[in-house]
């Protein structure tokens, strides 16, 4: 059975033995590290493939969907970098041209860091209002522009070469803001939650757009070779369940049938305070097949992992709950020891379980501490 197989019917059906599969990518900067490389943008698809292969795990590949401005000539997307404070930053300005007017996003990296967003494409705009209406009409624009497209296959052919790339015996996963509340990740999450509140009848349409959108990117991401979709989702510190309620859980709803009439599984990861939604149920309403993650303070705010497993439906299967800080600071005996922890509990509640950490591993995550991880469950699968 290949680890694609393996990890697919797993997060359907579980089994006797649990899996490893710590995050590695997604521009954490572990696997650039494992490469000698100091620029987490400078990662390739080869080092992160290479820095899974050192451990005894099954991985999880995660990679982003192609550029949708590949689908129509009507938008396009330049970018430039340049270099700061003597070579130590790098600054990422893109810009979205449209028929509407341009809006521009900004990013910085610093070196062993890794990338932080400092401008989305459109925010608030306290001291001209009518900015963000001219910016909501550019994402309209853009959002009319994509819906107009017939021929996906650009995307079918991008999802592919991802395929292509890590081969067909790994699981892959690709990701995009298909969640219609984010707006394609055009505002901050913070900025998101005001438009929501101060544009609301907007919004709404805004995210039927979306959704539409989603309608057709998903066939085609499926067809592409894609095993997960990712469906994000900010915490307690962001936004009130109130927000989940209202927008979240009946959008997720939506999306996620959409996705699993395709045949794609729905992959999601909210690393940050998942109480009170997690009490409240949300969770266990959006259609999510593979959760991540279930982690106490200071990573986030469950009360303990058997609350945690208690309260989510065991159709779900979780993914987690080593925290970064732990990895970073502790030592492999105590990894260890949490390690065995978490799986006893899985086991004892009846759940399926993949141990992992509670996000995307940092570049300075200690490689010893890792390997305790996978020898963990190596261990208690008796192998």
């Not at 290949?2 to 521009?27: D, H, M, W």
């Not at 819906?147 to 995307?155: A, M, N, Q, W, Y």
């Not at 699993?260 to 729905?266: E, Q, T, V």
Request: with cysteine; glycine share 8%; hydrophobic share 35%.
């Amino acid at each position: 059975m290949t680890n694609r197989e393996l990890f697919k019917n797993y997060v359907k059906n579980g089994g006797e033995k649990f899996l490893c599969s710590p995050q590695i990518g997604a521009g954490a900067g572990f696997d650039t590290r494992l490469a000698g490389k100091t620029w987490i943008t400078s990662t390739t698809m080869d080092d992160t493939r290479a820095a899974c292969r050192s451990f005894d795990m099954t991985p999880l590949y995660n990679m982003g969907l192609p550029d949708l401005t590949c689908l129509t000539p009507e938008l396009n997307i330049t970018g430039e970098m340049r270099v700061e404070k003597e070579g130590k930053r790098r600054v990422f300005t893109n810009t979205l041209h449209t028929g509407k007017g341009d809006l521009t996003s900004v990013t910085i990296e610093e070196e062993l860091m890794g990338v932080c967003p400092v401008k989305a494409y459109i925010g608030v705009d306290e001291d001209d209002p009518e900015n963000e209406e001219k910016q909501l009409d550019i994402l309209d624009y853009y959002l009319d522009a994509l819906l107009e497209v017939k021929d996906f296959s650009p995307i079918v052919n991008g999802v592919r070469g991802c395929r292509n790339y890590i081969g067909e015996d790994d699981p892959l996963d690709i990701q995009w803001a298909m969640q219609p509340y984010e707006l394609l990740c055009f505002p901050s999450n913070k900025d998101t939650a005001i438009f929501a509140s101060i544009y609301e009848d907007r919004f709404k349409k805004l995210m039927d757009k979306v959704l539409r959108l989603d309608e057709k990117l998903l066939p085609a991401v499926a067809a592409g070779g894609s095993d997960f979709v990712f469906l994000g989702g900010p915490g307690a510190e962001m936004i009130s369940p109130a927000y989940y309620e209202k927008f979240l859980v009946p959008y997720s709803k939506i999306v996620t049938d959409m996705a699993h009439k395709a045949g794609l599984l729905i992959y999601s990861h909210i690393c940050s305070p998942i109480e009170p939604m997690l009490t409240k149920g949300y969770y266990n309403q959006m259609g999510i097949d593979l959760f991540e993650t279930l982690s106490p303070a200071p990573v986030g705010n469950v009360k303990s992992i058997e609350d945690a497993f208690s309260k989510l439906s065991p159709e779900i299967c979780t993914r987690g709950n080593i925290g970064l800080d732990s990895l970073l600071n502790d030592t492999p005996e105590v990894i260890y020891e949490k390690s065995m922890h978490i799986l006893e509990m899985a086991k004892k509640m009846g759940r399926k379980h993949i141990l992992a950490a509670s996000d995307y591993l940092f570049y300075d995550t200690k490689i010893e501490n890792v390997e305790a991880m996978c020898r963990a469950v190596r261990d208690f699968n008796g192998n």
